[in-house]
T-cell receptor
Framework: QKEVEQNSGPLSVPEGAIASLNCTYSDRGSQSFFWYRQYSGKSPELIMSIYSNGDKEDGRFTAQLNKASQYVSLLIRDSQPSDSATYLCAVRRGGGNKLTFGTGTQLKVEL | DAGVIQSPRHEVTEMGQEVTLRCKPISGHDYLFWYRQTMMRGLELLIYFNNNVPIDDSGMPEDRFSAKMPNASFSTLKIQPSEPRDSAVYFC????????FGPGTRLTVL
């Protein structure tokens, strides 16, 4: 079992729709959770971090965390073609410094 | 701030050659991470430093790989000898919190 699992996609959504990206993790010691966006040929950039159970909203992005189910998700409202990218889920153990990444979900927002 | 700087951006070499990748972290960041990204394995942590000291090199795939951080503003990742399976994009990241990634070095070993 991979430490961080994501559906590789591609996930295709029409412009203006809600995109839902999911991630599960195996280490119950994980305390910090991150979503990175990576455009083709570019480096990953952080878009959301979440540390507590529940929802965290930032503009069109909402991160959701359920530690009991070992599940973290990212919702993108009013999806735009510029949101087309690969989204990487990353987790970090409590007190640690290492990030463990999933292999990413490719999102395509279609006109 | 210029962000994390990596050089070269692209490297093409032949099997058996030595390859050196370079990284300049963001000033004031006390952690530096080296990652490798491939389609098959995704983004993998190779090694990370804290205050120039290597903390965890468990991700370094083989003895052919080595990394150094002689001072707070410079790190190198060396592959000697290089092999075709080393072809990947190598990222350096520094932190603060969160991690900030450099633009990466695309390595092709023929």
């Amino acid at each position: 079992q991979k430490e961080v699992e994501q559906n590789s996609g591609p996930l295709s959504v029409p412009e203006g729709a809600i995109a839902s990206l999911n991630c599960t993790y195996s280490d119950r010691g994980s305390q910090s959770f991150f979503w990175y966006r990576q455009y083709s040929g570019k480096s990953p950039e952080l878009i959301m971090s979440i540390y507590s159970n529940g929802d965290k909203e930032d503009g069109r992005f909402t991160a959701q965390l359920n530690k009991a189910s070992q599940y973290v998700s990212l919702l993108i409202r009013d999806s735009q073609p510029s949101d087309s990218a690969t989204y990487l889920c990353a987790v970090r153990r409590g007190g640690g410094n290492k990030l463990t990444f999933g292999t990413g979900t490719q999102l395509k927002v279609e006109l | 701030d210029a962000g994390v700087i990596q050089s070269p951006r692209h490297e093409v070499t032949e099997m058996g050659q030595e390859v050196t990748l370079r990284c300049k972290p963001i000033s004031g960041h006390d952690y530096l991470f080296w990652y490798r990204q491939t389609m098959m394995r995704g983004l993998e942590l190779l090694i990370y430093f804290n205050n120039n000291v290597p903390i965890d090199d468990s991700g370094m795939p083989e003895d052919r790989f080595s990394a150094k951080m002689p001072n707070a503003s410079f790190s190198t990742l060396k592959i000697q000898p290089s092999e075709p399976r080393d072809s990947a994009v190598y990222f350096c990241a520094s932190r603060g919190d969160p991690q900030y990634f450099g633009p990466g070095t695309r390595l092709t070993v023929l």
